[in-house]
C-alpha cells in the first residue's frame, strides 16, 4: 500500500514540477502608434486636459445634469452593459475556479434479470440450486474527484483570457456612458436651438402680419397692386409653415431625448439657449495619449489581450496533460449491507496524455486562434485611427462655428438693416415688394441660420470632450 502511494506521490510531484514549463507567452503590447495622432494647433500634454474635466463641470445647466444622471442610472444601453459586467464576473470566477478539482457525487440502483444461458447467469444459477431466473440488485454510492495540474499555462492563460473580457466590459460600460452624456446634452441642446428658432419664428410672424396690413395700405394708396399684397401672405404662410416644422421637431427632439433617459415620450423641462454656458478653456489642451482616456480604445486592447489568451490556451493542446482522477464509495448487492467497511471500494488514476492524431482538432483550433488574435490587434488599431479621426474633426468644427458665427452675426446685422431700410423704401416707392420679400426672408434665413451655428457649435464641443475621453470618469 505504501508503494502506491509513493508512486502517486511521485507522479504527483513530477507534473508539479513541469508547472514551471509553461509554454504561455506573457502579453506585451504592441509597437502601435498611439501618441500625437491628431491635427490640431494646441500642443498635447499629458497634463490637465478637457478629457480631464468631470461631465458634471462640463454641463452646468441643472436640468440637464438631471437628466444626465437620470440617463447613467436608466438608459437602456447602460443597463444592457452592466449586466454584460455582471455576465463577464461570472465567467472570470469561472476561470479562477479551473484550478481546483472538480467533485461529483452520485447514488445508483441497478437491477439486472440475468439469462440463465450466459456465463453469468448460468453461474449466478448453479450457486441458488438451479431454479428459476436469476435477478441481480446493485446499489451504489459513489464520489469522483478529477483535477488537472495547470503544466503548460492553459489554466492560467485561460484565467487570463476571463480577466481581460472581465475588464473589457467594464472599458465597454465607460464608453457607454461617455456615449449617452454625449447624446443627452446634444439632445438638450437641440431642443434648446429649436425653442430659440421657434421664438424667432413666432415674433417673425407677428412682423409678417403687420407686413401685410402696411402692404394692403400702400395698395389702397396705388403703390402697389394685388401681386404684391399675395406675395406678401405667402410669406407669412411660409412662416406659419417654418413654426409647424419646428414645432413637430420639438416633440421629435423631446421624444428622442425621453428614450435617451430610459422612459417613455414625454414633455422636456428646459431652460433657453441664451442661458447656457458651454465654452470651456478648449485651449487648456490634448493629452497627448488617446490609450489612457479612451474607454472603447482600452476595450479594444482588452479585446486583444482575451485573443491572445486564447492563443496560449490553443497552443497548450499540443503538450501532454496530467490529470489525477479518484473514485471511492458503497458497492454492494444486498440492501442491508450497503453502509457496510466491506462495501467500501476506490480507484486512483494518474498520468500523461499526449495528443498524437484527432482530426486535426488542435491544429484547427490554433489556427483560428491565431486569426483571431491578428483580428483583435486590427480592431484596436482600427480603434486608435477611428479615435484620431473624431478628434480631429471636433476640434476642426468647433474652430469653424466659432469663426462662422462672428461672420453670421455679421450678415443678421447686415441683413437685418436691410430689411428695415427696404421697408422704408418701400412706403416712399424707391424699391419694388419683391425686393422687400427677398430682404425679410434672408433676414429670417440668417437668424435661424445663427441659431443653427450657435447649436453646431454646443454640439462640436460635446463631441471633442467625448472623443477626448471625457466623462466617464
Known sequence: MNIKIYRILIVAAAGLVMQSCFVAKDYKRPEVKAEDLYRTQAA????????????????TDPLLQGYIKKGLQSNFDVRIAIQNIASADAYLKQGKAGYYPTLNLGADWTHQLLSNNSQLGALFSQQSGGGGRVNVDQYQLTGSLAWEADIWGKLRSNKRAYGATYLQSIATNQAVKTQVIANIASQYYQLLSLDAQLKLADSTLINRNESIEVIRALKDAGSVNEVGVKQTEAQKYATELIIADLKNNIILAENALCILLGEAPHPIERSTLDEQELNPDIKLGYSASLLKNRPDVIAAEYSMVNAFELTNVARSYFYPAFRVTATGGLQTIELKDWFEANSLFAN??????????????????????????????????????????????AIANFDNETNKITIRENQVDALKKAASYSDELLEYGLVNYLEVLTAKDNALNSELSLIDNKYRRFTAIITLYRALGGGWR
Not at 494518474?350 to 498524437?356: I, K, N, R, S
Open 44 to 59: 498635447a500634454q499629458d497634463s490637465a486636459s478637457l478629457a480631464d474635466i468631470t461631465w458634471d463641470k462640463m454641463f
Open 348 to 393: 486512483v488514476v494518474t498520468g500523461l496524455t499526449q495528443p498524437l492524431f484527432n482530426g486535426r482538432i488542435n491544429k484547427t483550433r490554433l489556427e483560428v486562434a491565431k486569426a483571431t488574435q491578428e483580428q483583435a490587434l486590427v480592431r484596436f488599431e482600427q480603434s486608435l485611427v477611428v479615435a484620431s479621426r473624431e478628434v480631429s474633426d
